[in-house]
C-alpha cells in the first residue's frame, strides 16, 4: 500500500496536541469544503484531509499509526510483521487496503486481538462539515449526507458501503458547532454499537449580517439628515422587518441594538442584532440641495474639527 503522511497532511508536528490537530483539521476543513471553496481540487483534499483527522484524532488509532515509521508520501511500504501483532489486523490482505481502510478497521479493536475472535466492535465515527446558510441556521433545517461507511463483514473483512443519511439540524447552531448523529456512523461488528455521525456546522457568509457567537451585526446606512433630526427606518431582520427608532444627532459607528433579533438558542435566551449606523452622502445633489446645504454652512456654528484648531492654538 503507499504511505500518506497526514501529519504533513493537516501541517502540525508530529508532537502535536489533540487541540491543535483537532485546530488544524478545522481551519483546512473550512477551507476545502466542496460546498464553499474555490480551490482546485477541493473535494479531493477535503476527503484527504479528513481521512488524516480520522486517524489522529484517536489516540489507539495515532499510536499504530506512528508504529508505521516515517515514510515519503506515496511510497509502496508494508506495516512491520509486529503492527499486526500489537494492533490487530484488519481483516483483508495488506496488499488489498490503501491507509485508510487499514485504520478503519482498527476501530473499537482491543489491541492483540487475532482475526477470527467475535469480539463486539464498535462501528467507525465519522466527521462531516455541513455548510448551512444563515436563514436555515434562524429556521432550523434537514440536510442530505452521502457517506461511504467501512464496515467488517461477516468473515472479519472490510468493505465500503454507500449510504445516505437525513439529519435534522435544530433552529440556532452556532459556526464551528458540532452536533452529534448517535448510531448513524458504520455498522458494529458481533453485536457492537454503530458508530455515530459528528456534524461541523458552517455558517455561510452573509449579504448584510456578520456572526459573532448568536449575535448578528450589520450596517445601518443613514442620510445625513436622518442623523441630524432622527428618524424610524425599517430595517431587515431574519425574523422580517422591523422599525427602528433613530435618535437625534445620532453618530456614525453607533450601535442600536434590538433585543433578541439574533440567531434563537435552545435553551436561554436569543442574541441581539446590532445596527452600526454610517453616515452615507449622496453621490450627486441637485441645485436646490447644494442651496440648502450652502444655507446650513453659512448658520450653523458646528465645527467637527475643533480639537484641531485648540491643538493648532498650543502650537
Wanted: charged fraction near 30%; charge should be neutral.
Amino acid at each position: 500500500m503507499k504511505f500518506k503522511d497526514y501529519y504533513e497532511i493537516l501541517g502540525v508536528p508530529r508532537d502535536a496536541s489533540e487541540d491543535d490537530i483537532k485546530k488544524a483539521y478545522r481551519k483546512l476543513a473550512r477551507k476545502y469544503h466542496p460546498d464553499v471553496s474555490k480551490e482546485t481540487a477541493a473535494e479531493a483534499r477535503f476527503k484527504e484531509i479528513g481521512e488524516a483527522y480520522a486517524t489522529l484524532k484517536d489516540p489507539e488509532k495515532r499510536a499504530a499509526y506512528d508504529q508505521l515509521g516515517r515514510h515519503g508520501s506515496g511510497e509502496e511500504f508494508r506495516p512491520p510483521p509486529e503492527w499486526s501483532t500489537r494492533f490487530g489486523d484488519a481483516g483483508s490482505p495488506f496488499d488489498e487496503m490503501d491507509l485508510a481502510d487499514l485504520f478503519a478497521g482498527l476501530s473499537g479493536r482491543s489491541r492483540g486481538r487475532t482475526r477470527g475472535q467475535n469480539v463486539p466492535l464498535r462501528g467507525q465515527d465519522y466527521e462531516v462539515n455541513v455548510a448551512i446558510t444563515l436563514e436555515d441556521a434562524y429556521r432550523g433545517t434537514e440536510v442530505t449526507l452521502d457517506l461511504t461507511t467501512t464496515e467488517v463483514d461477516e468473515h472479519g473483512a472490510l468493505r465500503r458501503v454507500p449510504r445516505t443519511v437525513k439529519a435534522r439540524i435544530p433552529p440556532g447552531p452556532t459556526d464551528g458547532q458540532v452536533l452529534r448523529l448517535p448510531g448513524q456512523g458504520g455498522r458494529g461488528a458481533h453485536g457492537g454499537p454503530n458508530g455515530d455521525v459528528y456534524l461541523n456546522i458552517t455558517l455561510q457568509p452573509h449579504r448584510l449580517y456578520r456572526v459573532n457567537g448568536r449575535d448578528l451585526t450589520l450596517e445601518l446606512p443613514l442620510a445625513p439628515w436622518e442623523a441630524a433630526l432622527g428618524a424610524t427606518v425599517r430595517v431587515p431582520t431574519l425574523a422580517g422587518a422591523v422599525d427602528l427608532k433613530v435618535r437625534p444627532g445620532t453618530e456614525a459607528g453607533a450601535r442600536l441594538r434590538l433585543g433578541g433579533r439574533g440567531l434563537p438558542a435552545p435553551q436561554g435566551a436569543s442574541g441581539d442584532l446590532y445596527a452600526v449606523v454610517a453616515i452615507v452622502m449622496p453621490k450627486t445633489v441637485t441645485e436646490a440641495e447644494r442651496k440648502l446645504y450652502e444655507e446650513l454652512a453659512k448658520v450653523s456654528g458646528f465645527n467637527p474639527r475643533r480639537h484641531f484648531d485648540e491643538e493648532i492654538a498650543r502650537g
